[in-house]
Structures are given as C-alpha cells and as structure tokens.
C-alpha cells in the first residue's frame, strides 16, 4: 500500500559519514556474492544502487547517497552494489544497470536522480517483488516503489537568507547546473529566502545547460565560468544546485575571495574542497543518505515504504550545515537564518517553488 512518509530523525547525519573516502571513475563494488538473511527474514544481496550523472566522487548528491549505502551495508550487515553512470548513455542503459541489480538479487534497487524515472517504471513492473526506489522524482507510481523527495526550496531559502545577510554589496548570486522544474525550485526558494532579508538585493541567475545530456550537472569548467561572469558583474555570495559543476563554481568563488555556498551535502566537510572551504559559507543539505538509509531499512524490516516519501526541515530531511566557524562566528546570520528555519517549522513561511 502506498503511503506518504517523512524521512527519520536518525537518518539524518547519513550524508556526511564516510565521505572522505569516496574516489572517482567508472567502476562499480559488490560487497555480497551470495544472499542473506537477517533476523527479519530478509533474504537478498544488499543494495543495489546506480548513481546520476557525474557519479561517484562529486562530494554531493551522488556522494550523500553512497554514504546512506555505505551505513545501511554496515548496520544491517548485508551486501551491496553501486554502478557507476557511462558518458552519453540512454535510458536503454540505465534499463539494463536496473534490471541487472534487481536480477543479481539486489533488494531495494534505487536510481539516483530523475533521469531513472523511466528506467525504474519499466523494471519495477518486470520485478514486483524487488522494492524500487528513485531519487528527486515522483511520477512513478507503483506498490513497489518508494518516489523519494525532498522540500529543496526550504533549504535553498535558508541558502538565500545567509547570503542576503552575508553580503556586502546587495548582490549576490544562483547558479544551476539545468534549467529543469527541479533546480527552479532551488532558486525559487533560494530569491524568496534572500528578499525576505532585502527586498531590493540583486541576484544573478544562470543555468549552465538546458539539457542533462550537455553536462550542467558534470561541468566544473562550466561552473566555474559562471562563477566567473556572476563574480564580475559584483555577486559576493554564490549560490550553486549544479552538482558535479558546483565544484568549479566554490573554487572560483575562493579565488576571488568570495563567499559559496554549496548543495546537498556539507561540502565545507568534503576532502576534494578542502583547500577552498574557507569561502564555504555554508551548504543547503538535502539528506539524500537518509533516504537511502530509511529505504533498505524499511525493506530489511520487512516493511517496504512505498509511494511518496518526502523529506522536509521538520524531519531533518534538508537544512543548513554550519560547519564553517567562520559562518558561526556571524551571530546576525546565524539567528536570521535560525529564525527562518524555525518560521517554515511553525507553518508562519510557506516557501515557493516557483517563482
């Protein structure tokens, strides 16, 4: 049966365990070659997951979901498997990635990013049994498939109150990695978090691509030469949902000396953005660990979510990091951005998701 569910307190510091040891490149790991039962009565192989665009290594959104995999394998001590995405592949590929993993055993089978809606549609209907999960999207309805999703515009709008408080010229900027309904949402929340400091503050606005396809999530060159212009015209504080391409965008804010912030995970903590962390401001989390997390429990447990299962600022589902002592050290922005959180909680901010 189909039932809306809010992500679990305890799920909530997934996405920043283990993350330093996350490496690059196209291969895939099986920690299981043979299935197994836990007190439950679970019999599968693990887990089976297969990353997004820009894979393993992009100390973000594939990453956060890579340590909800890793800590699930851990607690529930079963196997696991997570492949790696092929340059210009199609969805007759990630049909094949899918119906691997849930052939081989693998139980939840999870598509990391909207692109596997598809994909998870036609191998959950050939695979009833096997419990399906797809992150950032909710189209595919099924009794065995959990649409795990998330309130971005609410982190994004905590996003955009630190940098409207942040900021020493009233300009600040967002950068996307596609100019899709999902990253509207990002700065739809993001432009209505900093008005709501300033409503006459000036924020830039750049997509890198129209298309998945044409590398806005993969780019860091192209972040970093959005970064580049938006810095230029005067933005002090930069505001990225652009994935992979984030990276190129904090590396060019810290050149120029200019505050980032970041996207999904707490990417002042990643170890491949150490040198630059000091313009860290701050990162809007989406606790994509935790979803992957909750999901294989559920499954262990014998009790599969399915349907829409949403996570929020109330559940800890997305939020802030304040990692940053230097952020810290902002008591203004800190209690601006405290209070917003604490605004949306009680019901007294409804944040947009378009604009």
């Not at 590398?215 to 930069?238: C, H, R, T, Y």
């Not at 952020?327 to 601006?336: P, R």
Request: contains cysteine; aromatic residues 8%; neutral net charge.
């Amino acid at each position: 049966m189909s039932r809306r569910t809010r992500f679990s307190q305890a799920a909530v510091a997934v996405s920043v365990i283990a993350l330093a040891a996350v490496g690059c490149g196209k291969s895939s790991t099986d920690t299981s070659s043979d299935s197994k039962k836990s007190s439950s009565g679970y019999t599968g192989k693990g887990i089976g997951l297969a990353y997004d665009i820009g894979g393993k290594g992009d100390q973000s959104f594939n990453d956060a979901a890579f340590a909800g995999f890793q800590k699930a394998e851990t607690e529930f001590k079963i196997g696991g498997r997570d492949i790696e995405p092929q340059d210009g592949e199609s969805d007759a590929d990630k049909v094949q990635r899918l119906e691997q993993l849930a052939k081989s055993g693998y139980n939840p089978v999870i598509g990391v990013g909207f692109v596997y809606a598809p994909a998870v549609k036609e191998v959950a209907a050939k695979y009833p049994k096997v419990t399906f999960g797809i992150i950032d999207d909710e189209q595919d309805k099924a009794a065995n498939i959990a649409d795990l999703v998330f309130h971005e515009e609410q982190s994004s709008y905590l996003a955009g109150v630190a940098a409207a408080k942040a900021t020493k010229k009233n300009h600040i900027g967002f950068i996307g990695g596609v100019d899709i309904p999902l990253i509207h949402k990002f700065e739809a929340g993001f432009d209505q978090g900093a008005k709501s400091v300033n409503p006459s503050i000036k924020i830039e606005s750049q997509y890198l691509t129209q298309t998945p396809q044409e590398g806005g999530f993969a780019s860091p060159d192209k972040g970093k030469d959005a970064a580049a212009g938006q810095i230029e015209k005067g933005a002090d504080v930069l505001y990225h949902a652009a994935g992979l391409s984030g990276q190129g965008v904090i590396s060019e804010a810290a050149s120029k000396k200019v505050w980032a912030i970041g996207v999904d995970s707490d990417q002042y903590a990643q170890s491949s953005l150490a040198k630059y962390k000091d313009w860290i401001l701050g990162s809007a989390l989406k606790n994509v660990g935790g979803a992957v997390y909750d999901l294989a429990k559920s499954v262990v447990d014998g009790k599969p979510l399915s349907g829409v299962v949403r996570g929020d600022l109330k559940s800890g589902g997305v939020g802030f990091a304040d990692s940053n002592p230097k952020y810290k050290a902002m008591k203004d922005v800190v209690a601006a951005v405290d209070k917003a959180k604490q605004d949306i909680i009680d019901g007294k901010v409804t944040v947009k998701t378009t604009q």
